[in-house]
């Protein structure tokens, strides 16, 4: 069993991958704004503990960070799905300031905040594995979306970035793989003992990886699907199972870090 971090845990993608955890026993804590919709989609599992709530307006990000800091400490969370978002069809040019503040905050602010805590309560003595939800709009240049695409294009470069940091050094890596180091311990001349032993251990993966997902659009409440389709936008809609199938998949590769998937199979770049 896996505790997952989860933002955005009570609408769409998030809430999507909040039921895929809980329906294969894991625990989730859920960072969301509406404490009360959080109990109506997921009073039982509340009730017996298996989610957790941890309420933030992630529109507005003051003290979020030390707030992580407090609430996350009791758990050891292993795996982070950063979900929340707010859409916004407009113009780069008729985009306001708070408009673009709100995007920020949402999709990379909250993100930096959230991840700065867990790195600190990690301090690489487990394995951290982060997937950030991003969006084609980001590489696309979609005029009709544009503000949107510059925030997600932020969340892009803040995942490379982040990566080189956290990776810098080779020691920051999972232990071997145990079938793999016992069978190199075993054999008996000390050369190729230790060249076996050295390539046990360059097979290990990544203690800390954050990664991003970038989908065309998806049917949710803030994909808002016939708006897009009607501006005849070059995406195709991914289904919800395919979005979850990735981010999960994403999750579990221990070799990349780093990296921003697509999933648009209508558009390449």
Known sequence: ??????????????????????????????????????????????????????????????????????????FKIERFIHCAGVGLIKGMASTTHAELLQLYETHLFALSEIMRALVRLCQFKYELSAVALSSVASPAYLVQNAAYGLSKDSVDHYVRLLNKQLNAAPQKRLPPPAQALAAAEAIEDPEQRARAVAIAQ????????????????????????????????????????????????ILETPYMSGQTVVLNNDWVY
């Not at 009730?47 to 709530?53: D, E, I, N």
Request: with cysteine; hydrophobic share 45%; charged share 20%.
């Open 202 to 249: 360059a097979q290990a993966g990544l203690m800390l990886r954050i990664n991003a997902l970038a989908p065309g659009m998806v049917d949710t409440p803030l994909g808002d699907c016939d708006t897009y389709l009607e501006q005849e936008l070059p995406l195709n809609v991914i289904p919800m199972e395919v979005i979850v199938h990735w981010i999960f998949e």
């Open 1 to 74: 069993m896996k505790t997952f971090l989860i933002t955005g845990a009570t609408s769409g993608i998030g809430e999507a991958c909040a039921r895929h955890c809980l329906a294969q026993g894991d625990q989730v804590v859920a960072l969301c704004r509406n404490g009360d919709k959080a109990h109506r989609l997921f009073a039982p599992e509340l009730a017996s503990g298996q989610m957790v709530l941890l309420e933030h307006d992630l529109a507005c990000n003051d003290g979020l960070y030390k707030q992580c800091l407090s609430e996350l400490k009791p």
